[in-house]
């Protein structure tokens, strides 16, 4: 699910960044802003950063004494993706595996889908392994779309991304 977030933060814009001219202290508060939104990448509360959507308020600059860097908050608007318990989601299939398949949506890159949430299916060992519904034919393999319910979420700190287990228990999962 997307998100849209008002968020305060503190920028600090080194002294030789400083320039009388306001349009370019404008732009390295800008810059520096991206840069450390970009290197935050995900949070728990907020899952993935994607983008600076508004910049609604640079705040009054305050200087270090010991560097001389100043310290800017800033006050702006942020579009997020986190998924959530309960939510139907579609990933697509990128790793198959005898217990299970790996799927991504968005920026979430490991969506797990064990074999014990997906019980109309089989494994099947071929050229290409995939997982095999005998009564309708369909199949999970590699680059298909699954659409399934978000089980549980994880947020790995030492990552700075989220995990989560999916299942197909439910009407309208599985393939699209």
């Known amino acids: 699910m997307f998100l849209k977030e008002q968020l305060n933060w503190n920028v600090v814009i080194p002294a030789e960044n400083l320039d009388i001219k306001g349009l370019m202290l404008q732009k390295a508060i800008m810059v520096r802003l991206l840069d450390d939104f970009s290197a935050k990448k995900a949070t728990k509360a907020l899952g993935y950063l994607l983008a600076v959507t508004t910049l609604d308020k640079i705040g009054e600059g305050k200087v270090r004494e010991r560097s001389g ?65 005998i009564k309708t034919g369909s199949r999970i393999e590699k680059d298909v779309t699954v659409r399934c319910i978000v089980i549980g979420v994880k947020y790995m700190e030492a990552e700075k991304e989220l995990q989560a287990v999916v299942g197909l228990e439910g009407d309208y999962l599985g393939p699209v």
């Open 69 to 133: 860097d100043v310290l800017f908050p800033l006050s702006f608007t942020c579009l997020s993706f986190k998924v959530f318990r309960g939510e139907v989601i579609e990933g697509v299939v990128h790793k198959i595996l005898k217990h299970g398949v790996f799927l991504r949506c968005g920026p979430i890159e490991n969506l797990y889908l064990s074999n014990q949430k997906m019980t109309d299916y089989q494994y099947q060992i071929a050229e290409s392994p995939c997982f095999l519904n």
